[in-house]
């Protein structure tokens, strides 16, 4: 993540948001490489947990979708395990809402980490342990299209992966890991994989 976003930013990153920053996981690696950095969330209880993870950042308390707050413009925004978990109408509005914080050309970095046709939800399924999932590549691609998004580069994680377990045990052999991603990591494996990190540029507004 941060090898791909010094590519995009070599001078720093002048604003940043981190929309359902949640306790702050993905906002404490990706603020120190920004001027100005805000995290935004529905829970004040996450909140507290990222305001003591990353106290250089900005957190507020609120729902974007429903709420009309100037906070200005971003030239990149993030939003992690928010739109697998989301319905249909809640990510359209979510991304109308991103769009109207952005300019022409500044980037949105996502991910896709419920993928229903990964390899390993295919082969669940088949053992008859299912989940319901909706969200393919295909259709994130085409959300983030009618959003006014080109999507620049896409990174699957995970495509190696056909066992829930290696799921469960991801962390645990960060060599082999790594020299799993490397072989698997070719963005036309997203289609297989669980979880892919999207980074999207704003090419239209979003009416």
Known sequence: MRRLLTVLFPDGIERYLDFACGT???TREIAPM?????GVDISETMLENARAKVPGVEFIHADLTTSQLD???????????FFGNADPELRVEALRVINQLQPIGSFLVTNNHRNPASLVHRISKLRGVSMELDLTPGLFSKLLAGAGYHVVKV??????????????LAGTRPRLERALERVFGHGVMARFAPDSVVLAQKISHFH
Request: aromatic share 12%; net charge positive; hydrophobic share 50%.
């Open 155 to 168: 990174v699957p994680i995970g495509a190696w992966m056909y066992r829930g377990r290696s799921m469960h």
């Open 71 to 81: 906070l200005g413009e971003f030239d990149l925004i993030s939003a992690f395990r």
């Open 24 to 26: 702050g996981r993905l």
């Open 34 to 38: 920004a001027r100005a950095s805000v």
